[in-house]
């Protein structure tokens, strides 16, 4: 790939000095990788290692396809560095999600060595330990490091290594083993990927205690986003960073990167980078939640890469329209609404909850194009693809927490629910149910959310916002019902999806399934009547038949009885008898 490639627009572009770019750095991994399986074991594993390729009945994939990096299957508690590395993630196809957007790096299956759900810890390891200077060492540098001195530098860095505090227990232990229960090779399939995760089995079996958090602030790589990503223009600011539309170099898509504003090391701002991270690693892919593709420290500072919404957030669509004096009108709140509660039901099914729902953090996606593909990506029959042009998405996970062990950062006070003020977080899904309603009233064109005092009290005591707009009864209601004082009342996000007043469409078909049930049962009724009818008749007529019959015996009996007695007299009378038939 040379030259200089044509941009969209018509214009030329800068050709890509992949000596300095993004594919040079990722060629060098993808090339690093086979040997850094090799030199990133101890020298009996490494022995084993080079010893299983060269007897493997399986083809060793060749460099350029990347085939070492991929050894996880589709798994929605993926790990969060294997989202650093955006080859590693499943893409949709062209027509789904935003249009900007990449779409499969490399074929998903082509990756696959071996149907392990588990991350291999050496890719954990590489992508968490970036070595001086941005690149990994030179081969006979890395050939260097297995001296016996330098596996303790090794052992070292295999420990640093963040666990996910929102993956599941089941997923943890999996991982780590109570005990370090060290596992053979005949344990797992037979290829590298397994011999380098025993590898770091038996790591953590030697040292579980030592087993220490990645920290940000040991990242020391050129930097990335430099080097990857060309900055078109600052597309906004927030609490926590600033965020740019960015250009991929090597892929040439959009994406919103996200840098904090502050140093990262110790400080909270830290947990919260972490939170984000580890939130969108987890959720994985769902049409209402803001895709993410990779996260990384550089100079302190967290960096996290998003899919890019073309429509900004809700927040900024509703500072244009207070300029304009124009509000949402019913139909599209509906739909805001709906497509929101999709979302929410998702992270809440996934055992988190947002706890910063508002306008801004609600993001907007624009000329879908939506085919059968982007289907697929729909969670279930019931949330159905949007219909509308318009694709609303959750983003900013700084704040999410788990259900299961909640650690609340509380978000936004003007949006937050009065229990989580109280502390009493039994009902946390809901305080996100909450936040929507008032997000809903702000689109609605309410005015400025209070946030504190007695206005404050007022809607924690059921009352709406004063709307500028006439609403239907029916909506109203649904947002009065969402923001009820006890948290239990309040509709769930599973429940919202199938409101009828959002969903009228489903309101009527259980309307007509209900009369079909009806007419069934009616038709059931009368074809038993009929068969009882039926039955009826038929008794009836054998009755006549039977009667008929005993009553014609009964008259040859007599007719008998009467000819006997006739015996010798005239033959005609008992002729007519007899050839009178039955
Ligand atoms: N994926 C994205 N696509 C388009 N614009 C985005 C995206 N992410 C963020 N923005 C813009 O950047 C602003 C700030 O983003 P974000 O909410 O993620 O940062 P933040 O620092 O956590 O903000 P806050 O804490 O105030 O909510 C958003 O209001 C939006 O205008
Ligand atoms: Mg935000």
Known sequence: MGGSLKCSGGGICTPLDFSSCGEENELEEDSSLQEEKSTSLSPQKNWEFQNWRANSPLP??????????????????????????????????????????????????????????NTPKSLLTKTAFPSPGGKYPSKGLRHLRFTPGAESEDFAQATLVNINPFTPDSYRQMLFPPGGKRKTRGDLPACPSSILFEWHLYSLKEAPSIFTRFLLR???????????????????????????????????????????????????????????????????????????????????????????????????????????????????????????????????????????????????????????AGQEESDGEDDGFPSSNVVYKIGDLGHVTSLTNPQVEEGDSRFLANEVLQEQYCYLPKADIFALALTIALAAGCGPLPHNDVMWHHIRRGNLPTIPQQLSRGFTELLKFMIRPDPSARQSATALTKNPVLRPSLGKAAQLQKQLNVERFKTAMLERELRAARHTQTFRKDQSWGYAKLQESEMSSKQRSSSKRLVGGKSTRSFSYTGGGY
Not at 86 to 93: E, M
């Open 60 to 117: 060793v994939t060749p460099q350029r396809q990347r085939g070492g990096r991929s050894l996880a299957p589709s798994n929605a508690w993926a790990s969060p560095i294997r989202e650093s590395v955006p080859s590693l993630r499943k893409s949709p196809g062209p027509s789904q999600e935003c249009p900007g957007t990449p779409l499969h790096y490399v074929t998903w299956r082509k990756l696959q060595l071996c149907d392990t759900p």
């Open 218 to 372: 040991e990242s020391n790589m050129v930097s990335r986003y430099k080097k990857e990503f060309l900055e078109l223009e600052k597309i906004g600011v927030g609490e926590f960073g600033s965020v740019y539309k960015c250009i991929k170099r090597l892929d040439g898509c959009v994406y919103a990167i996200k840098r904090s504003k502050r140093p990262l090391a110790g400080s909270s701002d830290e947990q919260m980078a972490l939170r984000e991270v580890y939130a969108h690693a987890v959720l994985g892919h769902h049409p209402h939640v803001v895709r993410y593709y990779s996260a990384w420290a550089e100079d302190d500072h967290m960096i996290i890469q998003n899919e890019h919404c073309n429509g900004g957030s809700l927040q900024d669509v509703l500072l244009e329209n207070a300029k304009s004096g124009h509000y949402f009108k019913e139909a599209e709140l509906k739909e805001i609404l709906l497509q929101v509660s999709m979302g929410l039901k998702y992270i809440h099914s996934s055992g988190l909850v947002h706890l910063d729902i508002k306008p801004s953090n609600i993001f907007i996606c624009h000329n879908l194009t939506v085919g059968p």
